[in-house]
C-alpha cells in the first residue's frame, strides 16, 4: 500500500516545478518536492513531501567520502584532493576519469575486479561511443560509482577489514559510511537500507534531514574538529575538480564550476541536494517521477530564488536551467523550464 | 502559463497510477490519466486531465498509415503486409526493420538520403552495439520512425507531390493524413501541431478522442468502406507482424504477441493507444511526467482490469506488467507496478 501522504488529496502534493515544451504546448509536467533547511534543521522553505523518507542515492556521496577522511585512511594511503573528488562522484567514465581511478587503484595493489559495482558504459556518450568504436567492453571501471568504490575499498584496507563484501550493509566500511550519514543528518540511526545502483547500501531520509545535512556539511562550524576538518576537505576536493565530480555537459560540473561558493550533487531518480556554504543553508529535492531531466532545472530555479547564484553565473547557465529539446533532425522542438510562479520561496 | 487544468486543486488531478519500489519502499511514482471510449465517442471511463489535449506522438502511426491505404498508393507501390506493419511502427533498428525499409525504399528507387527523420542508433541495444563495433555510425533507416517515412515517401510519390519537404505540415502528404486523423478523432479539423522527434507534424488530441480514434480502427464497422477496408488491412498487418511494429523485448510486440487480438501503440512521453476490437473499444492513457517505463505497466494494468488479457497472456506478460529492477552488479534491486487499487474501473 502507498504511504497516506501519496495520496492526492493531502496536503504534501508537490506542486508542479518544471514544465516540458513541445511547440506551444506544455507536454509533461513534474512535480517536486523541496525542503531547505540550516545547520541546526530548521526547514527555512519546504513544499511537497518533505517528510516522506527518499532513498538519497548518489546525492549522500560527499558525505559517505566524510569516512574515508575522517578514519585517517586518505591521510595513509595518500589520497589526493582529485580523489577525493573521485570518491564523491557520479563521473561521466572520461578519460580523465577511468585514468584517476585506475591508478588509484593501482595504488593499492588492485585493479577493477575488486570493484563490486558492475560495469556500465560511461555515461558520456562520446567516450561510450570511442570504447565500442576500438572493440572494448565497459569494466567496472567505467561505472559512475567507481570513484566512490576505490574510496570504500581504500577505508577497508585500512581498517583491516576483508575487502571482499565491502559494499554489504553489515561490512565494518558501510557500517562507519552509515554511522556518519546518521550522524550528518540529525539522526540517531539510519532506517533500514535497499540497495543502490552499484550494490552498496541507500539509505532513506526526509528532503528536510538531507537538506540539514547538506547545510552541515557546507557550513560545519558547529560540529567536532576532526568532523569540520573532513567538511573542509571534502569541499575544497570538489571545488578543486569540478570536473571530476561529473564530467563534460553535465549538470554539476557546470553549475560548480560556474558558481564554485556552491556545492550540489545529483542522485539517481530525481534527486539533487546542494549546500550553500555562505547562507549556512542546505538545499534538497526529489522529483516525485524520478525524472533526471527535471532535477537540474528545479534545483537551479531554486537556487536563482535563494539568490545563490550571480548573475555572470545565471548567464554561464541558461541552457542547464532551460535546456533545449531537439529532434534526431535536430530540429529545435521543445524545452524544458521552470514552472511559473515555481518555487514559492 | 499552464492550463487551468494542470492546478493541483482542480479535479482532474491524475490518480497514482504506477509505483517504482527499491526494497521494501515506494522510490518513483507515476501519475496517470486515462479514457476508455467506444466507436461513437462515448467515454465508458476516464481518470485525470482526459479533457486536455495531449501531443500522441507514434501512438497514432496506426492511424497516420490508413492515408498510405486509402490512397490507392500502397496497391500501386506493391507494399507488403510487413511494410504496412513498418509504416505503423516505433522499430528498433533490428536487422529485420532495417533490412524492410531498405527494400521498401530500393523499389522507390531511393535510398536513406530521402528519409526526413534524422538518425539514431537503434533503440536494440545490442544491434547499437554492433553497429558501433563494426565501424559503422547510425543512419535515418535506423531511426525508429524510418518505416512511417518510407510510407510517407511512397504516397507523395503516388500523389505526384514533391518528394522534397514531405514531412513538412503544408505538404500534401500531411495535409492528407491529417484529415483522416481528424476523421478517426471525430473532429471537423486538428489544432495546430507542433514537431515530433522525426520531424513531421505531431498533433494534439484529448485522451477522450485518442480512445475514440482507436475504438474505430479496431471497430470500423460504422466507417464508410474504404475506411473500413483500410483499417481492417492496417490491423491485420500489425496482427501479422508483431516483431516488425516494435522489436525484441518491446512492449508492443509481447503484448501483441501474448494477446493478437488486442492492438496497442506506444507512443513517445508515456502516451500508450490501444484497440480492443472484440468490446468495440478504445484506450489511450498519458504518463504526466512523460515516463517510458510506465505506460506499458499503465496498460497492461488497464487493459487486465478491462478483461482484455486471457490468463494464459497475462502470464506470458508478467515480466512487462512488472518489470524487474536490476542493478549494475546484476543485482534485483526493485520493481515498477501499478499502484494498489489502481486502475479503479
Known amino acids: ?13 508537490a506542486p508542479i516545478g518544471v514544465l516540458v515544451l513541445r511547440g506551444a504546448r506544455i507536454e509533461s509536467w513534474h512535480r517536486v518536492s523541496y525542503a531547505v533547511a540550516d545547520g541546526a534543521g530548521r526547514v527555512r522553505h519546504a513544499a511537497g513531501a518533505v517528510d516522506r523518507p527518499i532513498f538519497t542515492r548518489s546525492a549522500v556521496k560527499p558525505l559517505q567520502a566524510l569516512a574515508l577522511v575522517e578514519s585517517g585512511a586518505a591521510r595513509r594511503f595518500g589520497v589526493s584532493a582529485a580523489e577525493l573528488a573521485l570518491a564523491s562522484a557520479s563521473h561521466s567514465g572520461e578519460a580523465c576519469h577511468v585514468a ?20 556500465h558504459a560511461p555515461l558520456h556518450a562520446a567516450s561510450a561511443e570511442r570504447l565500442l568504436a576500438a572493440g572494448q567492453t565497459p569494466t ?3 561505472n559512475n560509482c567507481s ?12 581498517l583491516g577489514a576483508p575487502l571482499a563484501g565491502y559494499q554489504r550493509p553489515d561490512h565494518p566500511v558501510q557500517r562507519r559510511i552509515a554511522a556518519t550519514l546518521a550522524e550528518m543528518a540529525g539522526l540517531a540511526a539510519l532506517p533500514t537500507p535497499a540497495t543502490d545502483g552499484c550494490g552498496v547500501p541507500t539509505f532513506p531520509l526526509t528532503l528536510k534531514q538531507l537538506a540539514g545535512a ?4 557546507g557550513a560545519p562550524q558547529g560540529l567536532g574538529a576532526m568532523r569540520r576538518a573532513a567538511c573542509d576537505q571534502i569541499r575544497a576536493a570538489i571545488r578543486a575538480h569540478p570536473r571530476l565530480v561529473a564530467g563534460t555537459g553535465r549538470a554539476c560540473t557546470a553549475i560548480m564550476t560556474a558558481a564554485p561558493e556552491l556545492l550540489v550533487k545529483t542522485g539517481a531518480e530525481g534527486v539533487y541536494a546542494a549546500a550553500l556554504p555562505e547562507g549556512g543553508i542546505g538545499l534538497a529535492l526529489k522529483v516525485e517521477d ?3 531531466r527535471a532535477a537540474p532545472v528545479a534545483l537551479l530555479a531554486l537556487l536563482e530564488a535563494l539568490g545563490a547564484v550571480p548573475g555572470a553565473a545565471c548567464a554561464a547557465l541558461a541552457g542547464t536551467a532551460r535546456p533545449e529539446i531537439r529532434n534526431h533532425a535536430g530540429q529545435l522542438v521543445g524545452r524544458i523550464e521552470p514552472a511559473p510562479d515555481w518555487p514559492d520561496l
Chains 1, 2 share one sequence.
Open 290 to 292: 524520478g525524472a533526471g
Open 140 to 142: 567496472a571501471v567505467h
Open 214 to 217: 547538506f547545510a552541515r556539511l
Open 1 to 13: 500500500m502507498p504511504p497516506e501522504s501519496m495520496s492526492a488529496a493531502t496536503p504534501d502534493l
Open 100 to 119: 584517476a581511478v585506475t591508478g588509484w587503484l593501482a595504488r593499492l595493489g588492485l585493479d577493477q575486479s575488486a570493484l563490486a559495482c558492475g560495469a
Open 147 to 158: 570513484g566512490k568504490h576505490a574510496g570504500m575499498l581504500t577505508l577497508a584496507r585500512h
